[in-house]
């Protein structure tokens, strides 16, 4: 399998494309009628001669020359904010994610732009993050927008980078879904925190660790909020919501501090969610 190093930030890289398509489509019925002449050569060269992998990969060509040629007319629309280099590399990472259809990929890399842009950020990263919260959260590509709006909301009221989403999210994206807590009240509470003082992974670590006592209370976290009249539980969680919970740990906190750590549970939880929980 040949590596074809082109230049997409020339004007003529379609155009050059193309060309290499006609060559590769031409190259391609030579294979083919290479792999009928020779019969079994190929099976005696061993794994080494993989002549179906180099036609199926040259059969991949057209598809990529007219994603290259959109995505070409999408760094246009952004006025050149980011080269054809940047937006081919942030469609790969969509597409390794599994945003495969054309116009999904697009909207996907066109959201991340915008926002790594405005919080000066690596595009793919954004794009990793982003396509990360649509599958935990079951999410179209059409919805991209709303989770880097989302997000970046976090960065200007907290002391979050987009940075530390694309390290730390992974810890509670899934949880968070599963436990019916919304992406802004996932981001609310990342804001809050490192804005009372918790570093990012403190944030993201007390939130899973929240959300896992709330889905699985220990006895001792039981026993806690029976004490103090908070339904401390999934059921909890999902007849009352995760703003009204952390309102009343809130509360909690004032009256008996002892009782809300208990609760909480271990000290990665408490520590985040103290910090998100006290102003």
């Known amino acids: 399998v040949a590596n074809v190093a082109i230049n997409v930030d020339s004007r003529n890289a379609v155009s050059k494309l193309r060309q290499v398509q006609t060559q590769s489509q031409q190259t391609e019925r030579a294979v083919e009628g290479l792999s009928r002449a020779f019969g079994g050569l190929a099976a005696a060269f061993g794994a080494g001669f993989a002549l179906t992998k180099v036609i199926a990969d040259v059969k991949e060509l057209d598809t990529n020359l007219r994603r290259l040629g959109t995505l070409g007319a999408l760094s246009d629309r952004l006025d050149g904010v980011a080269n054809k280099a940047e937006l081919a590399a942030a469609s790969y990472q969509a597409l390794s994610a599994g945003f495969t259809e054309t116009g999904a990929n697009l909207r996907v890399v066109e959201a991340a732009t915008k926002a790594a842009v ?153 520590r985040g969610a103290f910090a998100a929980a006290s102003k």
């Open 118 to 270: 405005g919080g000066l950020a690596d595009i793919t990263g954004v794009v990793d993050v982003t396509t990360k919260v649509l599958n935990s959260y079951n999410m179209s590509g059409d919805q991209a927008t709303k989770v880097t709006d989302s997000i970046s909301k976090a960065v200007e009221l907290g002391q979050v980078q987009w940075s530390d989403y694309t390290s730390q999210l992974g810890r509670v994206a899934s949880i968070a879904a599963i436990a019916g807590v919304s992406l802004d009240e996932v981001n609310a509470f990342v804001a809050a925190a490192t804005k009372n003082g918790a570093t990012a992974e403190v944030a993201f670590t007390g939130l899973g660790a929240s959300l896992a006592t709330i889905i699985k209370p220990t006895t001792e976290s039981t026993k806690a909020a029976q004490a103090l009249g908070i339904n401390w539980t999934l059921a909890g969680l999902r007849g009352e919501g995760f703003e009204s919970l952390m309102g009343q740990l809130a509360k909690a906190m004032e009256s008996n501090t002892e009782k809300a750590t208990e609760m909480v549970g271990g000290q990665e939880a408490v």
